[in-house]
């Protein structure tokens, strides 16, 4: 483990990481998704020490305090997450979460790493767009649909003019935001996938439902129904934004798959109420979040 700075704990390859919640609790590396950060898409610090949690999050490559990568064969992505595990001390079978863009190097590290996963929560994930023989893949109609047009445009320029986007991402969002692991994700999940849901041998959630434009309800049936073992938790239109209101049931399922004690009704309300404006989720003008749904800043 090497810091650059005294508050700031990074890899050997510089990806930036942090530990919160229970010191002593069952670990979880949840990934952020699309943009996001390792100060987004999870429950409050408190919350997390009630669920009985460790929780370890990163900035992905292009994000926060971590250094900028390009599109990578999928495969390879699962060697971001073992490098912070190994970081952090974590050699043993963990839970593991992803939000949207994050979905590709979850699925690839439980895959090819399948030791170091005991379970898999994915939450607004993210299928992959190509239509080429031995790659999985929706194809491009089925994958652009119900994705609304600013969506579509973003993913369109993240192949065919990812610098221009860049600087558009930077101008508009800040230079903190995350302009380049944006187009990285964008332009990612465009490629052909060298990992295969199917391969995924431990249990499965997947969290969606019918209120976003930014990772289809498509996406996450795609997954679903290519994964050996998986719980499906659909919402609907109702609740909007459920995956910020929510989250604190998301990761305590999660916890509960990989050994944390079941809270009850009335301790779930509790870390709910503990989490309560401190979820790291928020709005910005992507539309894009940690969660996949709705809208998570982006902190550096």
């Known amino acids: 483990m090497t810091t650059s700075a005294p508050d700031l704990l990074t890899t050997a390859t510089g990806l930036a990481y942090r530990v919160q919640g229970d010191p002593d609790g069952v670990p979880v590396v949840a990934l952020h998704g699309t943009p996001g950060s390792r100060f987004s898409g999870t429950p409050s610090r408190d919350a997390l020490h009630a669920l009985g949690l460790r929780v370890l999050t990163f900035d992905r490559p292009g994000y926060g305090d971590s250094p900028a990568g390009e599109p990578r064969p999928v495969r390879t992505l699962a060697a971001d997450v ?149 719980a499906v938790h659909r919402h609907e239109l109702d609740e909007h934004q459920w995956h910020v209101r929510r989250l604190v049931e998301v990761f305590a399922t999660l916890g509960e798959r990989i050994g944390a004690r079941p809270r009850s009704a009335q301790e779930l309300a509790g870390a709910a109420a503990l989490d309560a404006g401190g979820g790291g989720c928020g709005g910005d003008a992507l539309g894009g979040c940690a969660c996949g749904a709705g809208g998570c800043a982006s902190s550096a």
């Open 82 to 230: 073992v490098a912070v595990l190994d970081a952090a001390g974590l050699v043993g079978p963990v839970g593991v979460l992803a939000g949207s863009g994050g979905s590709a190097a979850a699925l690839a590290l439980a895959a090819v790493h399948p030791e170091r996963v005991a379970a898999l929560t994915l939450v607004w994930p993210v299928a992959p767009c190509v239509e080429e023989p031995g790659s999985p893949g929706m194809g491009r109609r089925e994958w652009l649909l119900d994705m609304d047009d600013q969506q579509r445009g973003l993913h369109g320029l993240a192949v065919q003019d990812p610098v221009f986007l860049r600087d558009q991402l930077e101008l508009h969002l800040g230079a903190h935001a995350g302009a380049e692991g944006i187009v990285t994700d964008l332009a990612q999940v465009q490629e052909p996938w060298d990992v295969d849901p199917g391969d995924v041998r431990c249990p499965v959630d997947v969290w969606w439902g019918t209120d976003s434009s930014v990772s289809p309800a498509g996406h996450a049936r795609w997954i679903a129904d290519r994964l050996v073992s998986s």
